[in-house]
């Protein structure tokens, strides 16, 4: 059964940088589509960026763009979303997302059948 299992999320001051960590078990396809969300208290789930695997190309959405990125370990079946000059209004549960069906990048939750339960990360001014 696919499992995901995100980490990394804690406590930071703005301005700071954090790793989290997807890591994805019971599948070992070579190409798909791994997303990262986050839902923000009393805020609708919204798409962060995602990697497609089949040429690691990368997307993101324009409130991340520039400060954040995503890469993966293959070997690891691992994605990794990297958030440099954290800011307070990032503060948010962080999900990551994916599809065996899916070979594009989506933005949308409907796409991705699989999910993880997520990883706070709060940021203080």
């Known amino acids: 059964q696919l499992r995901l299992v995100e980490s990394g999320g804690e406590s930071v001051r703005a301005g700071q940088s954090l790793r989290l960590s997807c890591a994805a078990s019971?599948?070992?396809?070579?190409?798909?589509?791994r997303a990262w969300f986050r839902q923000a208290p009393g805020k609708e789930r919204e798409a962060i960026g995602c990697?497609?695997?089949?040429?690691?190309?990368?997307y993101y959405t324009d409130s991340v763009k520039g400060r954040f990125t995503i890469s993966r370990d293959k070997a690891k079946n691992t994605v990794y979303l990297h958030m440099n000059s954290l800011k307070p209004e990032d503060t948010a549960v962080y999900y990551c997302?994916?599809?065996?069906?899916?070979?594009?990048?989506?933005?949308?939750?409907?796409?991705?059948?699989?999910w993880g339960l997520g990883t706070q990360v709060t940021v203080s001014s």
């Open positions: 997302a994916t599809d065996t069906k899916l070979r594009y990048c989506s933005f949308e939750e409907t796409a991705f059948g699989s």
């Open positions: 019971g599948f070992t396809l070579d190409y798909y589509t």
């Open positions: 990697i497609v695997t089949s040429d690691d190309s990368t």
